[in-house]
């Protein structure tokens, strides 16, 4: 069975704090994505990669940056965590058009 | 810029009666267009997906989402909801030239009555 799985379910960090959030895929797909979902607002793009080494910012890229140092792994970094960030994060891979794999979500909490 | 909207946020249906969930888009040309469900706990599954061609889609769980260009539209229905088709559903367009590239509307959660 295919798989998208990050590393957290759930997440609490201090403000201030570097966050790491890990995501992995089976599929051996070039694409992958990060969203976060908040009530009302559906999922946001944050960032996305299109190959190894190569990414693209979303529609709310500030406060992020993404690394992606093999195929299958795609991480997502809030450098100085902030209250604002706080949000369930959806990571995705595809091999083609539309999106057919999310992850779990981490839910992340920051105080 | 592509754009989502679904109005309704929330919906009651009771158990055994249809459901139709509103999504209209903005999008300069030709879209591709995405139904998601998401239910309590679960990640996001796939429904249906409209590329061209026929522009009524069936997909899975019994849903289907016909295309309207007219009006920009690209409703969800079913013809009997069943008690686990209470999940929080989102419509999404892609751009064809970027591929990928999700917009995601709101979505709309549906609670089902027995």
């Known amino acids: 069975d295919v798989k998208v799985t990050q590393s957290s379910r759930y997440l609490v960090k201090r403000t201030g704090e570097k966050v790491f959030l890990e995501c992995v895929q089976d599929?051996?797909?070039?694409?992958m994505f990060w969203y976060r979902q908040d009530p009302g607002l559906g999922l946001r793009l944050i960032y996305f990669?299109?190959?190894?080494?190569?990414?693209e910012k979303g529609d709310i890229p500030e406060g992020y940056s993404v690394s992606r140092e093999k195929k299958e792994r795609f991480s997502l970094i809030l450098e100085s965590a902030s209250t604002n960030q706080t949000s369930m994060y959806l990571c995705?891979?595809?091999?083609?058009?539309?999106?057919?794999?999310f992850g779990p979500g981490t839910r992340l909490t920051v105080t | 810029a592509q754009s989502v909207t679904q109005p309704d946020i929330h919906i009651t249906v009771s158990e055994g009666a249809s459901l139709e969930l509103r999504c209209n888009y903005s999008y300069g040309a030709t879209p591709y267009l995405f139904w998601y469900v998401q239910s309590p706990g679960q990640g996001l599954q796939l429904l249906l997906k409209?590329?061209?061609?026929?522009?009524l889609v069936q997909g899975i769980k019994g849903f289907e989402a016909e295309f309207k260009r007219s009006q920009s539209s690209f409703n969800l229905r079913k013809p009997s909801v069943h008690w686990s088709d209470a999940a929080e559903y989102f419509c999404a367009v892609g751009a064809q030239a970027a591929g990928n590239k999700l917009t995601f509307g709101g979505g709309t959660r549906v609670l089902v009555k027995p």
């Open positions: 409209y590329f061209s061609g026929d522009t």
């Open positions: 995705a891979s595809s091999l083609f058009t539309g999106i057919k794999y």
């Open positions: 599929m051996d797909h070039e694409n």
């Open positions: 990669s299109y190959d190894v080494k190569m990414k």
